[in-house]
């Protein structure tokens, strides 16, 4: 309990009501209900009966004007509220109390501002409001804006509702202090800077002394005025939050940095929009930034340097890393989420070598899949991971060897964004707290430390460097040959190529199978795959595909299906075979390796848990791509146990072809 609640108790605004004898009089609530469920009932009650409004948006406004009256309640700045009265009595009251809510916070309401709500709506919303704002231990307010905005994720413009388990996590691992400048450059409703009060409240800050030093930008309006209106909420206090946009640093002809400490800030904690096709900036202002130029290797050093060509649009998650950078002091703490392919994919290796120039990196996180999805088709499956570091105070001097790594399964939430029982970030939170302190012993997923001379490709996302890969692999060293894909390709033992697209008009043109990822499980092909085309698109693409008997189909890109594989029998060397799959083949060679055996290893446990960390997010599909060369093989030492394992796979493979052949002949029969 927060102390202020000991200083302004809210017991004569909370006292549960019994259902007025007067039919005008509305329901009053008896049980307490949580602050979210609340809204929601706010929420369908205002849409069913409210006349004026019906968007989301529109309604939350409403909403926080009610807040902002029981919040000087609180503070016991107005006199409570009598719940008891009929609602127009109730009603006066109110806009009475608005009145002084409007005189305290002249930033967010303006002299016309009025509540709108009819007095039978306000009667049943300050009802339903049976909460403490000021408990530190929640974030009502939050829960309002997941209830009405949250769920209208601003997906266009790459802006997502930050999970409250996400912003509590970076806001601990970066343990501001009461006396530090705390910013949010892409601050949305205020969701970090929410977690920021609370942490700063259990350290014992007053609420009144917190909003001093927290900052906030936003380039939607609306948005930045109700991250005002959160924090105002949270502390009483007037904190600094600014629409402009934090690319370019320009609030309209006023720049930025005139609201902000000129020597930078200590802590920055940010979600910032994310989106290939977001126009991040003018060619003016990209022309400012190291990571809108295309980057080159330096022939001589090897390292890759900006060169003086500006690319013409650069994602905005790009650019943002070098802007949160650029806005901390020496020695500043940065908290950030950013997609997976940002750490990963080949194609963005210059943000990494950035942030390893410029920052000492401590920690790295992987998020789930499910953590930015509000339903089955709202939010987005993009993978992000949250990112831990400092901001050098001279160049290239870095305080740790190591770094923190893990990688959560769970974040409490399905990808529906039901809540489910499941969520693995307080186990992370635990396990980087223990890591600081030198104390981190259990190595696992969700907590493991990774050598920074072991960082290699540019690859910084914690699944490439999963050790229960690496522990499983080490246990076969004694009985296996251990070999790189690579060097099994290199020495010839194996080939491997790509298929190719075809197009959707193709489809349908004939009977010859287009073998896509979804036609490929338990070892073989479909009986039926779902796309044929015709024997004229066939030939154009048989020489160049050369599939044969014996020939393993793996799928290289997706989702869930990466690793899974195929092998050619005799019925089925008459496909064609689509780019996100690969076609392998072994050849004669010194190891005993067949492609009965090497379809065994590839579905091995010890394969398959190295092909699930060497997967990268690219965009919004999941690609294996060139680390296919990067998967060791442990082929058995023993010749008896490698030809045993090739005619198990022989067999079991045998036996399916069989099966299916006979369930399309029975299929053909029932025609005759």
């Known amino acids: 309990m927060s102390n202020i609640l000991k200083t302004y108790p809210v017991v004569v605004l909370m006292a549960r009501m019994m259902k007025s004898a007067d039919s005008n009089q509305v329901p009053l609530l008896i049980d307490e209900i949580s602050p979210k469920d609340a809204f929601r009932n706010i929420r369908n009650y205002l849409a069913g009966q409210f006349v004026g409004a019906t968007r989301d948006d529109a309604l939350l406004d409403e909403v926080l004007k009610c807040l902002f009256c029981k919040l000087l309640i609180e503070r016991e700045k107005i006199e409570p509220i009598n719940l008891s009265v009929d609602p127009f009595s109730l009603s006066k009251q109110l806009r009475s109390a608005f009145n002084i809510v409007r005189s305290e916070f002249t930033e967010i309401y303006t002299d016309e501002s009025e509540i709108l709500l009819d007095p039978k709506s306000l009667s049943y919303v300050m009802n339903q409001l049976n909460f403490s704002i000021m408990d530190a231990e929640s974030d009502p307010i939050g829960d309002a804006f997941e209830v009405f905005v949250g769920s209208e994720s601003r997906g266009n413009s790459g802006q997502f509702f930050t999970p409250r388990s996400v912003t509590n996590l970076l806001v601990q ?179 990494v070598e950035f942030l390893l120039d410029n920052a000492d990196i401590h920690a790295v996180i992987g998020m789930p899949e499910a953590l930015f999805k509000t339903s089955g088709k709202g939010g987005t499956h993009t ?67 990774v050598d920074k001379d072991a960082i290699s490709n540019g690859v910084l996302c914690p699944r490439y460097y999963d050790p229960m890969a690496g522990e499983e692999l080490n246990g076969l060293g004694k009985s296996h040959l251990l070999i790189k894909f690579s060097d099994l390709i290199e020495q010839g033992v194996i080939s491997i190529k790509t298929g190719d697209e075809v197009g959707k008009l193709a489809y349908g043109t004939g009977n010859i199978p287009f073998i896509r990822t979804s036609d490929i499980s338990n070892w073989e092909l479909k009986a039926d795959p779902k796309h044929g085309v015709s024997e004229e698109i066939y030939n154009t693409l048989k020489k160049k595909q050369d599939v044969r008997t014996g020939d393993i189909l793996m799928v290289k890109d997706g989702t869930y299906l990466i690793g899974t594989c195929a092998i050619v029998s005799d019925a089925d060397n008459e496909i064609l075979y689509q780019s996100h799959l690969y076609k392998i083949r072994v050849n004669e060679n010194k190891y005993g390796l067949d492609s009965y055996l090497l379809l065994a290893l590839l579905s091995s446990t010890a394969v398959q848990k190295q092909i699930r960390s060497k997967q990268f997010t690219q965009d919004i599909i999941d690609s294996l791509g060139e680390r296919i060369n990067k998967l060791v093989m442990p082929i058995p030492n023993s010749k008896v146990n490698r030809s045993r394992i090739s005619d198990l796979v022989r067999s079991a493979v045998i036996k399916r072809i069989e099966a299916r052949e006979l369930t399309k002949e029975a299929r053909e029969c029932v025609a005759l």
């Not at 974040?411 to 499941?422: E, F, K, L, M």
Request: proline share 6%; net charge positive.
């Open 173 to 351: 691992a970066l343990d501001p202090k009461g006396h530090e400048t705390i910013l949010d450059p892409a601050c949305g409703a205020g969701g970090f800077l929410a977690s920021a009060c609370a942490h700063l409240e259990r350290q014992g800050v007053p609420a009144k002394n917190i909003s001093t030093n927290l900052y906030g930008i936003d380039k939607d309006n609306y948005l930045s005025l109700l991250s005002k209106a959160h924090i105002a909420l949270l502390t009483g206090g007037h904190p600094t939050i600014i629409n402009g946009d934090s690319i370019s640093l320009q609030n309209g002809v006023k720049s930025i940095g005139e609201y902000l400490p000129t020597e930078g800030v200590d802590v920055i904690l940010t979600n910032p929009p994310f989106g290939v096709r977001i126009v991040s900036g003018s060619p003016e202002i990209l022309k400012t930034f190291k990571l809108s130029r295309k980057w080159a290797k330096n022939s001589s050093t090897g390292v890759l340097e900006p060169s003086d060509k500006v690319q013409s649009n650069v994602p905005p998650q790009v650019l943002f890393v070098e802007r949160c950078l650029s806005l901390l002091k020496p020695g500043g703490r940065l908290g950030m989420v950013l997609p997976e392919s940002i750490l990963s994919n080949k194609s963005y290796r210059n943000v």
């Open 383 to 449: 993978k992000t991971c949250l990112l831990v570091a400092t901001k050098n105070k001279s160049q290239n001097i870095k305080n740790n060897k190591t770094l923190f790594m893990a990688e959560a399964k769970w974040c409490g939430q399905d990808s529906r964004a039901r809540s489910i029982p499941h969520n693995d970030l307080p186990a992370i939170a635990e396990n980087y707290s223990k890591y600081k302190k030198k104390k981190l012993v259990e190595i696992s997923n969700l907590g493991f430390s």
